[in-house]
């Protein structure tokens, strides 16, 4: 049996309908809709559409929802982050927490309760995982990894590799590996896309901070720290030693060369790049183009190459 007094309660609003359901809701699109559902409506249209369909609980923005009345609508500040709090609410309470026999787990690593491990996935010596996690199928997890709790990790991501690192003989040429003997770091609440690589420190740590997430076949370099709360889309490359500072956001195919310094709340259009030993700093301003350059310059270039 559910309630939607305990959403209202999730939520913290005062907007309690008195509504219980037969089985556990879960989140919908408004034209998928059962009974069991819950949706969300951001605007008058939106809410007209929730409101015609079969949906068994409406989130809708305040302003909206005042003018409507009817006894499935919970009224919040936000309806589309109300939305995706209770998505993720339902899912960890429906979610069944397991371990697949065909993960290969060294005995010496540590897994916290209500975490669950996918199929072929290798977690080798001495890796802590916290809490309710959930780790993907094929994932590899190396020695001397540290997962926080409520973290997720999909399919094919790869924590703790050695970095890419070299000293060069510059007699003959050679390389020889430096020594990749450092550790892993990951915060509680952070995501990982499918096919992500992160590298451990070389010497010292590499970190991702509190609540970041990062989308599909981003690279990670060795030493790098990444603040609390940042984005990073996908097919970023980030080289070794660079900082990126708390909230940043770095679009699709950013690159960045080592001992870089991406500040606090920087935005990073979609395929910039950021030189080695590059600092950008600003909250909020945004940075385009190859090399990074805020934006206004970057557009005022492009214009100036139209008049060419």
């Given at each position: 049996?559910?309630k939607a007094?305990?959403?209202?309660?999730?939520l913290?609003?005062?907007?309690?309908?008195?509504?219980?359901?037969?089985d556990?809701?879960?989140v919908?699109?408004?034209?998928?809709?059962?009974p069991?559902?819950?949706?969300?409506a951001?605007?008058?249209k939106?809410?007209?559409?929730a409101?015609?369909?079969?949906?068994?609980?409406?989130?809708?923005?305040q302003?909206?929802a005042?003018?409507?009345?009817?006894?499935?609508?919970?009224a919040v500040?936000?309806?589309?982050?109300?939305f995706?709090?209770?998505?993720?609410r339902?899912?960890?309470?429906?979610?069944?927490?397991?371990?697949?026999?065909?993960?290969?787990?060294?005995?010496?690593?540590?897994?916290d309760?209500?975490?669950?491990?996918g199929?072929?996935?290798?977690i080798?010596?001495?890796?802590?995982?916290?809490?309710?996690?959930?780790?993907?199928p094929?994932?590899?997890?190396?020695?001397d990894?540290?997962?926080g709790?409520?973290?997720n990790?999909?399919?094919g991501?790869v924590?703790?590799?050695?970095g890419f690192g070299?000293?060069?003989?510059s007699?003959?040429?050679e390389y020889?590996?430096?020594?990749?003997?450092?550790?892993?770091?990951?915060?509680?609440?952070?995501d990982i896309?499918?096919?992500t690589?992160?590298d451990?420190?070389?010497l010292?740590?590499?970190?991702?901070g509190?609540?970041s997430k990062?989308d599909?076949l981003?690279?990670?370099?060795?030493?790098?720290?990444?603040?609390?709360?940042?984005?990073?889309?996908?097919?970023t490359?980030?080289?070794?030693s660079?900082i990126?500072?708390?909230?940043?956001i770095?679009g699709?195919q950013?690159?960045?060369?080592?001992h870089a310094?991406?500040?606090a709340g920087?935005i990073l259009?979609?395929?910039a790049?950021?030189?080695?030993?590059?600092k950008m700093?600003?909250?909020?301003?945004?940075?385009?183009?190859?090399?990074?350059?805020?934006l206004r310059?970057?557009l005022?270039?492009?214009?100036?190459?139209?008049?060419?």
């Amino acid at each position: 049996m559910a309630k939607a007094g305990e959403i209202a309660e999730w939520l913290n609003t005062k907007t309690a309908p008195c509504l219980e359901f037969d089985d556990f809701l879960s989140v919908s699109s408004v034209e998928a809709a059962t009974p069991i559902s819950v949706v969300f409506a951001t605007d008058s249209k939106a809410l007209q559409r929730a409101l015609e369909s079969r949906a068994g609980l409406i989130l809708a923005n305040q302003k909206v929802a005042e003018l409507v009345t009817d006894g499935r609508i919970v009224a919040v500040p936000d309806a589309r982050l109300a939305f995706a709090q209770v998505a993720k609410r339902l899912g960890e309470r429906n979610s069944e927490k397991q371990i697949h026999s065909a993960a290969v787990i060294d005995p010496t690593a540590r897994i916290d309760e209500g975490t669950s491990i996918g199929a072929n996935t290798v977690i080798q010596a001495g890796v802590t995982i916290g809490p309710n996690c959930c780790i993907g199928p094929n994932v590899t997890i190396y020695a001397d990894t540290s997962v926080g709790a409520r973290v997720n990790v999909q399919a094919g991501a790869v924590l703790g590799s050695k970095g890419f690192g070299y000293a060069r003989d510059s007699a003959s040429g050679e390389y020889t590996l430096f020594p990749q003997q450092g550790t892993l770091t990951i915060e509680d609440d952070v995501d990982i896309g499918a096919n992500t690589t992160i590298d451990r420190g070389s010497l010292g740590e590499t970190r991702i901070g509190a609540g970041s997430k990062l989308d599909n076949l981003v690279h990670i370099g060795h030493n790098c720290v990444i603040g609390v709360n940042v984005i990073i889309a996908a097919q970023t490359g980030i080289s070794g030693s660079s900082i990126i500072e708390d909230g940043a956001i770095l679009g699709g195919q950013v690159g960045i060369g080592e001992h870089a310094l991406v500040g606090a709340g920087v935005i990073l259009g979609g395929g910039a790049g950021v030189l080695s030993g590059k600092k950008m700093h600003g909250p909020g301003e945004v940075f385009w183009g190859r090399p990074a350059r805020p934006l206004r310059e970057y557009l005022k270039d492009l214009a100036r190459l139209k008049r060419r």
